[in-house]
């Protein structure tokens, strides 16, 4: 964001929002993958408690969640575009829901009274919604069925189209050929603002809009692109690989990581600059459907009487230590953006405390008047909101795929949750830009002695909700059936 210092990322409506705002610059998602994030901002819980800890198994609906309190004290509720709280298929495997309404019961479970849900980019190739709909009747679902299914995660590709399909890089660039105000970020803005525009109950609303981007395939339209075509790209603050375990499901995943599903080897310098200038194309988009959404509201008269809360489930790698998306536990993939306007604005402040994705949940609850439920984890940022203070954790987690992190100020460490081994350990003050994995250093033992005792165990000590098992659990089992069999 331009608010938070970018040189060159044109986000004009966001850095608005900033400046009438407060702006928190240490943010932590919960989990950096999509489901569990958002199954933990939904449930205000973290992912060892609602168990949701790859993008496998639906969010409970049997959980309390913050929209049901918001919804239960008196707000009409809804969302407009990509919620990814229940599974949206799994490659060769086929999706399990053919169309987003299919699931609005559960949706209303969750406490959406009026959803009008679609699914990413990838995911809109084979499950239809409000979004296809549109497609479909200009023509265009075609096109962008085979377009971006053969940007797809590998296998995906043949099943959305129905043929062989070549599943091309995931660090392919290219503009998607459905453009313009059928791009779908594009779409989801300008739906998001139509709603308000349209909002007619006497109730106040609570509005929950996911744009499916910025995520992969770096696809920004042409014009959008092409806006950073001769300018001097920010590049990675590291282009170091990270150092591979020897053996274990640890080093097995960051394997597979770096050099399956990132292709570290082909993501030279230019490469990353070239996604680059797609990814901040992609940003503006966001932010020109976010103008829309402001626009509609200044029409309304709204502004002076809502809160707008701007945020992401999960970052990006982007080339950092030559990977792309997340699932891993450096600061790019767990960091998130969050700006706080409340009604009318405010003086514009920066809030340099760490804080969690639950305490925005919680903010929620505190501006709805909610009190919650017993089981709920965060903390409100209303503090914050004013000229006072609020939290200020001295400690954060975040969760996926079995893994754990916790972060202090000058520590990180990662943990494989079922067994509590520590596998990385960051000195964030000698090595800001994590580097250096000093997990079996003698000279850091009692760092991470004192971090597992004092953070890591209580906090695994109220056991992991597991619906069933996950990569890591494959792994060690793969592992183990190979030790045994060369015994």
């Not at 929620?364 to 909610?370: T, V």
Request: hydrophobic share 35%.
């Amino acid at each position: 964001m331009g608010c938070s210092g970018d040189p060159v990322v044109r986000t004009p409506h966001i850095d608005r929002l900033a400046a009438e705002g407060v702006r928190f610059e240490n943010v932590y998602c919960q989990g950096p993958l999509c489901m569990p994030a958002r199954a933990s901002l939904l449930t205000e819980r973290y992912v060892r408690d609602h168990g949701v800890f790859q993008n496998t198994w639906d969010t409970p609906v049997s959980m309390p969640t913050v929209v049901r309190d918001v919804a239960e004290a008196g707000y009409h509720t809804s969302c407009v575009g990509k919620m990814h709280l229940w599974v949206h298929g799994g490659l060769k495997r086929g999706p399990q829901t053919r169309d987003t309404r299919e699931r609005i019961p559960q949706m209303r479970a969750y406490g959406f009274a009026e959803p009008i849900e679609t699914v990413g980019k990838l995911a809109t190739v084979m499950i239809g919604s409000e979004y296809t709909d549109h497609l479909t009747a200009r023509g265009l679902y075609g096109t962008y069925r085979e377009w971006v299914g053969a940007r797809s995660y590998a296998g995906a590709a043949g099943d959305a189209v129905g043929k062989q399909v070549t599943t091309l890089p995931l660090w392919t660039t290219g503009s998607n050929p459905v453009s313009g105000d059928d791009y779908i970020d594009t779409w989801h803005g300008r739906r998001a603002a139509q709603w308000i525009e349209e909002y007619d109950r006497p109730q106040p609303f609570f509005q929950w809009v996911g744009f499916p981007g910025p995520h992969d395939p770096w696809d920004a339209p042409a014009e959008y692109a092409d806006l950073y075509r001769n300018a001097e790209m920010p590049m990675p603050a590291s282009l170091e690989r990270p150092e591979l375990p020897a053996g274990g499901p640890f080093g097995q995943f960051l394997d597979y990581f770096l050099n399956v599903h990132s292709d570290s080897p082909h993501l030279t310098d230019a490469v990353i600059c070239e996604i680059r200038r797609f990814y901040y194309g992609n940003i503006t988009v966001i932010d020109e459907g976010i103008g829309r959404i402001l626009r509609a509201m200044e029409r309304r008269g709204l502004l002076d009487s809502t809160w707008v809360i701007y945020t992401s489930d999960h970052g990006e790698m982007m080339g950092e230590h030559r990977m792309l998306t997340k699932m891993v536990f450096y600061e790019q993939a767990v960091q998130v953006p969050l700006i706080i306007r409340p009604p009318g604005g405010c003086v514009p402040r920066v809030v340099a405390a760490p804080v969690e994705h639950l305490d925005l949940s919680a903010t929620i609850r505190d501006i709805a008047r909610s009190a919650g439920h017993p089981s709920f984890a965060g903390q409100s940022l209303l503090g914050w909101a004013g000229r006072g203070t609020g939290p200020s954790r001295s400690a954060v987690f975040s969760e996926n795929f079995g893994l754990g992190m916790v972060r202090t100020a000058d520590r990180k460490l990662v943990f494989l949750e079922d067994t509590g081994e520590p596998v990385q350990l960051f000195d964030l003050q000698a090595d800001p830009h994590e580097d250096l994995n000093v997990v079996g250093r003698s000279d850091y033992r009692k760092d991470r002695d004192a971090l597992m005792e004092n953070l890591v165990t209580p906090f695994l000590s109220p056991g992991l909700a597991k619906p069933g098992p996950g990569i890591l659990g494959r792994l060690r089992k793969a592992q183990a059936a190979r030790a045994g069999g060369s015994q």
